[in-house]
């Protein structure tokens, strides 16, 4: 998809290829005739992007920002063969949350519960036998009620950023692969440019949406970033005919009380699990892509516990890969530092199924418009001046 020759100009330089780099670089290009250049140190969606899950839900307790930027983004994956000429991967399938009466994952789900119905978006509650009746092949003695997200869905992270790449450049971006961007560049306290391993490009704006690697690149401009890259682990299994035959279709995604690991469908007849902010800090240019064998073995254990008949699933793949995690788990979509500078980075492990609204909020940015999506300035940089913890330490992993 990148081009050979590096351009030395561009009003926009946008740094990360991944989903929401381009994502970015396709609302720059449809609402402007900014020149925007993207470019990316590897391939399109060759870190974190190509990694995620790519879940798309709604449910965020009582988070009504995250919910509306994720109905947002929804709408637009429904619709995105449409908007942008190129096909995804889109599978229809509920997210649950299961819980306990009384406690503060319990009270977090019924919170969740109540902005899906202010919002109008689909949302059904079971508890008692239609617990069983609602989820089979669930073992969910120790729950006392459960929430469905009945209108999320899942996709492919590959095909997604591949797809608003395409786009972008059909309305005129240009994409480079293959480039890495080592130092931005500022004269007179304003954007200047971008230093990369090819060469100089100048540049008025520059958009840093490079995951993991985003604060490395912000210290360049005096920007501290808050990220912790974390190293998650994901195991696709392979089930058992009978299971596949009876449970699979059916399946919700979803995990236990406690967040700290979750399974979906996948494609095909696999199902995938996934570690949730329980890894812990790593190096994104040098982590193990290799799960842990001991991490492995206690997921399989809770697998079985909460799937029985996944107890004596194959696997089909394993891999690990990175979130770029915030203290407070929230994202930080701001103009720091220098005139001309953004930021969109820190999604925590939650970022996929609100790339599209990422991508408008930074266009927003970039152009001045005031965004009616929601007040961005939720996800500014500063929150994190007067308090290290942002918004604080969620009760919940969201």
């Known amino acids: 998809m990148g081009l050979t020759d590096l351009p030395d100009r ?9 989903i929401m780099g381009a994502s970015t670089a396709y609302f720059l290009t449809e609402a402007t005739d900014r020149d925007v250049l993207v470019l990316e140190k590897d391939e399109i969606a060759s870190g974190s992007t190509g990694d995620s899950s790519a879940i798309i839900r709604h449910h965020y307790g009582p988070s ?7 109905a947002w983004s929804h709408d637009f994956y429904r619709a995105f063969e449409e908007r942008t000429g190129e096909a995804i991967a889109y599978a229809p399938n509920p997210m649950v949350r299961f819980a306990t009466e009384g406690t503060p994952s319990g009270d977090y789900v019924e919170a969740g519960a109540d902005v899906l119905r202010a919002l109008d978006l689909p949302v059904s509650r079971h508890e008692g036998d239609e617990l069983d009746a609602a989820y089979p092949m669930l073992e969910l003695d120790d729950i006392d009620f459960a929430v469905s997200d009945d209108d999320s869905a899942y996709s492919d992270g590959t095909d997604v950023a591949g797809g608003f790449a395409r786009a972008a450049q059909n309305q005129g971006a240009t994409v480079v692969t293959g480039v890495a961007v080592t130092d931005v560049l500022v004269e007179d306290e304003a954007i200047a440019g971008v230093e990369t391993d090819e060469g100089t490009v100048e540049a008025d704006e520059v958009v840093l949406a490079a995951g ?4 490395r690149l912000a210290a360049t401009v005096g920007l501290d970033v808050p990220i912790e890259p974390m190293r998650e682990q994901v195991v696709i299994l392979d089930p058992p005919a009978d299971f596949s035959e009876e449970s699979l279709p059916d ?7 406690g967040g700290d690991w979750y399974l979906r469908p996948d494609f095909g007849e696999g199902v995938l699990v996934a570690t949730h902010h ?19 073995l206690d997921l399989t254990e809770k697998i079985g516990a909460f799937a029985p008949g996944l107890a ?4 089909q793949g394993q891999y690990c890969g990175v979130y770029s995690t915030t203290p407070d788990h929230d994202f930080v979509i701001d103009q720091a530092g220098p005139d001309g500078c953004y ?6 492990g939650h970022g996929f199924k609100h790339a599209p609204a990422v991508g408008r909020l930074v266009t927003d940015l970039v152009t001045g418009a005031e965004s009616s999506l ?17 918004h604080g330490v969620p009760d919940d992993k969201i």
Request: net charge negative.
């Open 374 to 390: 929601v007040d961005v300035e939720f996800f500014a940089l500063d929150r994190f001046e007067d308090d290290p913890t942002g």
């Open 212 to 215: 993991p690697w985003t604060p």
């Open 312 to 315: 004596e699933a194959g696997v």
């Open 278 to 296: 329980t890894g812990g800090e790593t190096d994104p240019d040098t982590y193990d892509r290799t799960p842990d064998q001991s991490t492995l």
């Open 343 to 348: 930021l969109a980075c820190g999604f925590s």
């Open 251 to 257: 399946l919700p995604s979803g995990g236990p009380p």
């Open 10 to 18: 561009a009003d926009v330089v946008v740094v990360g290829g991944g």
């Open 64 to 70: 009504e920002i995250y919910a509306r930027t994720a």
